[in-house]
Each structure stands twice: as C-alpha cells, then as structure tokens.
C-alpha cells in the first residue's frame, strides 16, 4: 500500500497505539505532536524498526497554521488515504459554575474545531468531487458524549458530543465522495490523558463502574480504529462505535 495516514495527537496513548497499527497494516505513518518531540520521534523509530515508513510533524490542532503546515508535509510524504483525528484534551475536573470563557474557548477549539478544520483538509484531498481517490476519516469521540461528565468535564463531553454529530454530518456530506467518516468512543482507557485532568489513577479507580471490570488499553481502541480505516468496513459510514466495555 502506499497511502498516508495522518493520526493527529500521534505521539502518546490512543495516538500512539494508532499510528503503531496503521504502520503495520501498510500506511506511511503522518505522527502529529503538539510539543513532545520526543516521544513523536520514539513513534517514528519503532515504525522505522519495523521497516515502516513515518514522520513526526508537530502540529497543535488549536492553531490552524500547524494543520496546514501538517498536511502539507503529508503531501510530500504521499497521497492521503486516511486521518485519523485523535488530538483532543481534557482541562481540571470542576463545575461549570467554575469554567471560565477562555477554558471553554480552548477545549472547543482543540477539540472540535482542530478536528473540523483537520477534516477540511482531508476532504480536500481524498474527494473524488475534488480529483483525489477517496479515503477514510475516523474522529475519536468519547463515552462521556452521551455520560455527560457531570461534576466532572461537561465542556469535554460537550466537546465529543459535537464530534459525535460532526460525523454524522460529514459522513452523509461526502458518502458518494469515496470518503467513509466513522467515529470510535473510547471509554476508560490506561493513557496519560487522566494525568493532565489532575487524577492520574482516574482510570483505575473507576474500573469498578465499567461492566468489564476494567480499563482499557491504547491498543483495543487502535484495532477499532484500523478496521474502521480497512476495506473490512467498506460499507461502514456514519457511525459512532463505542468501544468501552459496556460502559
Ligand atoms: P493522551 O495520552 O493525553 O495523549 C494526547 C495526545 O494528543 C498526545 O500525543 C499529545 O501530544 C496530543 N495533543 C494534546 N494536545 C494537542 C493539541 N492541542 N494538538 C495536537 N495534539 C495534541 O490522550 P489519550 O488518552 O490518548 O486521548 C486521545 C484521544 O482519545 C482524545 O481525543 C481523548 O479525548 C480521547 N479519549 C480518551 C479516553 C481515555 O480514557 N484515555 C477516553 C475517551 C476518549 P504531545 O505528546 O505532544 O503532548
């Protein structure tokens, strides 16, 4: 194969397992960072030690420049056939009594504007409307789209709740284009993403709340997401997985 994927937010966790999947399957690896070169640089060798091809691009999916300097690097790397918009953030559990404007401006900018416009790109790229020879896009959502959060991050559940109806939307827009859209709600996942919300063990200490009994890992949300992107999904469109063991 010699198609390009780009997995935005590819350096860490979910990212990370994805771009890791893809290289196997056969893609040139895009891994998009927003500051941890080296971890994006870690990605890249272990796909290169797997006679892989991958390039690291940093890229804050907050800042549309970077999306454009992202995808332009991809062109040189090869043709486009598949984005996997995987960056998104969390900010510190509270209220939305506490949340301030510029909280709100930046979860939804990273998370939900950063895909939309991330998309844009690729449909510029892979439509047939457009000259380009179809492709796939997966955005990652999240449980907490229909949990609500309460107490905790309702801006970040609201956040994947608009990813959630972005792909509808996008896959219906483009589905005689020759691009599918799907999107995959991660439930608990072991990551460092718990971290940056303030609970580190976030994820461990609510595994109880989980029908499965536990969190899970980076991988089982990557092997979702790479079916999605295979010709195994050829007729799969507009649809939101959740992969959360039945949470
Ligand atoms: P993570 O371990 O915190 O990794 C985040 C990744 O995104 C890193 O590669 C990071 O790059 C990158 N990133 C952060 N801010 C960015 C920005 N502004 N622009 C571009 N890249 C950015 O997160 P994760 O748990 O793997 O989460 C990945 C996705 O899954 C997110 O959309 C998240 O909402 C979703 N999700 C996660 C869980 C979970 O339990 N972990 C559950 C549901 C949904 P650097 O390495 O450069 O910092």
Redesign the pocket.
């Known amino acids: 194969m010699d198609s390009v994927a780009i997995v935005?937010?590819?350096?860490?966790?979910?990212?990370?397992?994805t771009a890791l999947a893809a290289a196997k399957r056969g893609y040139k690896v895009v891994?998009?960072?927003?500051?941890?070169?080296a971890?994006?640089d870690e990605v890249v060798a272990t796909i290169e030690a797997s006679n892989g091809k991958a390039i690291a691009v940093?890229?804050?999916?907050?800042?549309e420049a970077?999306i454009l300097h992202l995808f332009k690097e991809a062109d040189k790397f090869g043709k486009l056939g598949a984005l996997v918009?995987?960056?998104?953030?969390?900010d510190k559990t509270a209220r939305v009594d506490e949340m301030s404007a510029e909280r709100l401006v930046r979860m939804m900018n990273?998370?939900v504007v950063?895909s939309i416009l991330c998309a844009r790109e690729a449909v510029k790229r892979m439509s047939t409307t457009h000259g380009g020879a179809g492709g796939v896009i997966v955005n990652?959502?999240?449980?907490?789209a229909t949990l609500g959060s309460p107490g905790l991050y309702v801006d970040?559940a609201a956040?994947?709740g608009a990813?959630d109806t972005f792909t509808v939307g996008l896959a219906r827009e483009v589905s005689t284009e020759g691009i599918r859209v799907n999107a995959?709600?991660?439930?608990?996942?072991?990551?460092?993403?718990?971290?940056?919300g303030g609970e580190p063990d976030?994820?461990h200490r609510l595994a109880h709340m989980v029908p499965m009994k536990r969190?899970?890992t980076?991988d089982e949300?990557a092997n979702a997401v790479v079916w999605l992107m295979s010709d195994e999904a050829s007729y799969v469109t507009g649809t939101i997985f959740d992969v959360?063991g039945g949470r």
């Open positions: 935005t937010g590819g350096s860490r966790g979910i990212g990370r397992a891994v998009g960072y927003a500051s941890n070169k971890a994006a940093k890229c804050d999916v907050g800042v970077d918009n995987n960056a998104g953030v969390v990273i998370n950063g990652i959502s999240s449980v907490a970040y956040s994947k990813i995959i709600r991660p439930g608990l996942i072991d990551t460092d993403i718990h971290a940056s976030r994820a969190v899970g980076a949300i959360s």
